[in-house]
């Protein structure tokens, strides 16, 4: 309840094994079928920070962050599907269960083509990230959500593959900003009693 | 850490008070512009529950949970920002800070056509979604998010204005069911340190 998107960071950095414990939050988020399909790129230096800032209409979270988190949506479902199949042998399940598990996820993923298989992996993405900044105000630090920048230009900046796909921004550190009032809507606007 | 999907409910049912102490953390999720397009269907009767089992392919969750959430995407971006307006108002900001907010919030959302509206509408979820799941949790109890359902099967059940779309689902309750061992690929397999 007290996280908030944090506007300006102080200088001060968050620590390697902080960012260690963040990042396995993050892993454990709710995945469907326990596909995982985002991966992170965690942006430390000062001049990549600087090139991507630009690429991000110069908001400043960007450059006074102590680490940037790029969430990249990981379309390549089916190399996620095979490393799903490995892990859950060397689990020890036995090679029955993960033999129906698999196939029963290899017919979900092909069945995602074209637009919906990017929309897929991007919700599956916004757990990861709703982990992330939760997480890092659970872990005594701050975070800011941010969707405002030029994702086929962090692709280039950053060199990825196509498979990833830059789909939303947690820049994190230490708030130098006053957080501003929450404003939510009531609980009455946002649920309602089935009949 | 200790989240997992539920796939079997007893017959306990989490008090109302926990049920608005849920509503609240998931109502406090990050919310891009703090739209907060969504809305939940809370399902609490076991007539509609059975009416609505049909439509998620017979899984046990449904029938067996305390409460359903059904969580929807809410696509009619306009009442939500005009309602963020009053709310501002309300709030008691400065006139000329709400009107350029506003603007601002009307470019974006005007610039949301087609299936990027709901693309956008349905991350949104995704981060009540996860607000859900661990809130549960925290508040002692279990959940399970659901895909696996007929999305306008649910929408006709539920009697839903065409601005609401059943997005995922969420069925509450205490577990009745071991949980499983989460399959998460590594630390070094989702994260990478950019150059």
Redesign the interface.
């Known amino acids: 309840?007290s996280?908030h998107?944090t506007k300006l960071f102080s200088d001060r950095k968050v620590s390697a094994e902080l960012v260690?414990d963040l990042?396995?939050?993050?892993?454990?988020?709710?995945t469907?079928f326990?596909v995982?399909p985002?991966?992170?790129?965690?942006?430390?230096?000062d001049a990549?920070k600087e090139a991507l800032s630009e690429a991000a209409y110069g908001q400043p979270q960007i450059t006074s962050c102590s680490h940037l988190f790029?969430y990249c949506a990981n379309t390549d479902l089916e190399t996620l599907v095979s490393?799903?199949e490995v892990?859950?042998t060397e689990?020890g399940l036995p090679a029955e269960s993960v033999a129906a598990y698999i196939d029963m996820v290899q017919g979900f993923t092909a069945g995602l083509t074209g637009?919906n298989r990017l929309?897929w992996a991007?919700?599956?993405t916004?757990?990861a990230?709703?982990?992330g900044?939760?997480g890092a105000k659970s872990l005594g630090f701050d975070s800011c959500?941010m969707?405002g920048f030029d994702s086929a230009r962090f692709a280039e900046i950053?060199?990825l593959s196509d498979n990833l796909i830059p789909t939303?921004l947690m820049p994190i550190g230490y708030a130098d900003s006053d957080p501003r009032?929450?404003?939510?809507?009531d609980?009455e606007?946002?649920?309602?009693?089935?009949?």
Chains 1, 2 share one sequence.
């Open positions: 309840m996280r998107a260690g990042q396995d939050l993050i892993r454990h988020a709710a469907a326990n995982q985002w991966r992170v790129v965690v942006v430390e230096s990549q790029v490393r799903l892990k859950s689990a637009d929309a991007q919700r599956q916004y757990l990230l709703g982990n900044i939760n959500p969707e950053l060199g939303v009032g929450k404003l939510r809507f609980r606007d946002m649920f309602f009693q089935s009949a």
